[in-house]
């Protein structure tokens, strides 16, 4: 594989050969061969959006549906979503210059106690590289902290995370606080973590349990979907 891989020289591949080999370096994790295939379709006059959605999030919802599907795991998801971070870096700012569209806006952290971060960054990238704009808190964060991004931010959704049993009920609080503003039927709350569940989901009040990021970015997508053919059917 390696082999055949030094044999191919990206900017003599034709636009769609080079895209579908694009698709291939993220899912290997390739992170230098991405950011050259990002420039050259740059190169050749291609717009920042097409490249997002065309090479970098077309690439990785393969990755997240041989995650879904237990074909690709952690590690090699992590690598793929660092490769697609490469990518992005360059593409970020001209889709600011360009005022490309996003799917949505989302918020995420780690709930107070609790400084677990792998999934919660898995999710990260994975709704990052499915176009959606991400503002993430980090760990250990207390309730004020989720209510002023949310004020900050103005996000469709919020991800809250949690990989203790013990910092799970946090995430109640958080939802009640929202209620207590009323404020709570303004966002979409998805809540994953190892020791969760969608019976605790649901007890907690939250819109959606996601096991993994893969469910996540398919979950917030749909939520998104139904949220712009609302405003469409109100218009």
Request: aromatic letters at 6%; glycine letters at 10%.
């Amino acid at each position: 594989m390696a082999d055949e891989q030094d044999d191919i020289v990206l900017s003599e591949l034709d636009d769609d050969e080079l895209v579908l080999q694009m698709h291939d370096d993220l899912y290997d994790g390739l992170r230098e061969e991405i950011e050259e295939g990002v420039n050259i379709l740059l190169g050749r006059g291609w717009q920042p959006y097409d490249v997002l959605t065309k090479a970098l999030v077309e690439g990785m919802r393969i990755v997240g549906i041989d995650f879904r599907d237990g074909i690709l795991f952690v590690p090699e998801v992590l690598l793929a979503a660092n490769a697609m971070k490469a990518g992005m870096a360059i593409l970020k700012p001209l889709l600011a210059e360009t005022g490309a569209p996003q799917l949505g806006k989302m918020v995420i952290g780690t709930v107070k106690g609790d400084i677990h971060d792998i999934g919660k960054n898995l999710v990260s990238m994975m709704m990052e590289g499915a176009g959606f704009d991400v503002i993430d808190l980090g760990i250990n964060n207390p309730v004020e902290n989720y209510l002023e991004a949310i004020n900050n931010e103005q996000p469709d959704i919020l991800g809250m995370s949690a990989l203790l049993t013990t910092t799970m009920p946090y995430m109640k609080v958080v939802i009640d606080a929202l209620k207590e503003k009323g404020i709570r039927d303004d966002y979409v709350v998805l809540v994953g973590g190892a020791p969760l569940n969608e019976e605790f989901g649901k007890a907690i009040g939250a819109d959606a349990y996601c096991r993994d990021a893969a469910v996540a970015v398919e979950t917030a997508k749909s939520y998104m979907d139904r949220k712009h053919n609302k405003l469409a059917a109100g218009a």
